[in-house]
């Protein structure tokens, strides 16, 4: 029962942080720089320590957009789903077949250069 009590008085003390951790490194198309270009993923975790005593209880849950840092320019920027960053370990620019006239389109574009036929992302 002590034990149980012990537990229980820990709890309002549970304290969230919200933390900026670097998933690691690889190639990313920049807006910035209009080409692809090695970068870092980073990501906003929410962690949660024992208040007052700086021990962590969780390793962290994803609770924000991911974050791009181009190591060339070195801007960030924060995807929000509205273009292709397309990270990954490739260094070359990947394309995509456009599913009305099969040309080749850019990764990060969602529209066809060729035919105008425009990929719709996310909801309606």
């Not at 709890?11 to 942080?17: A, E, G, N, T, Y």
């Not at 951790?21 to 190639?27: A, F, L, N, S």
């Not at 209880?57 to 190591?71: D, I, K, Q, T």
Request: with cysteine; net charge positive; proline share 9%.
């Amino acid at each position: 029962m002590e034990l149980l009590h012990f537990f229980l008085h820990l709890l309002p003390s549970l304290v969230p942080k919200q933390e900026k951790v670097c998933r690691g490194p690889g190639y990313f198309n920049c807006p910035h720089c209009g080409r692809r270009q090695p970068g870092e993923l980073y990501e906003t975790v929410t962690r949660r320590y024992l208040g007052g005593h700086g021990i962590p209880l969780s390793h962290g849950e994803a609770s924000g957009p991911e974050v791009y840092r181009c190591l060339v320019c070195p801007k960030e920027v924060t995807a929000y789903g509205h273009y292709g960053y397309d990270f990954g370990p490739h260094a070359r620019r990947q394309t995509w077949k456009c599913f009305h006239c099969k040309g080749e389109v850019p990764y990060e574009r969602f529209d066809c250069p060729h035919c105008g036929y425009r990929f719709q992302v996310g909801g309606r």
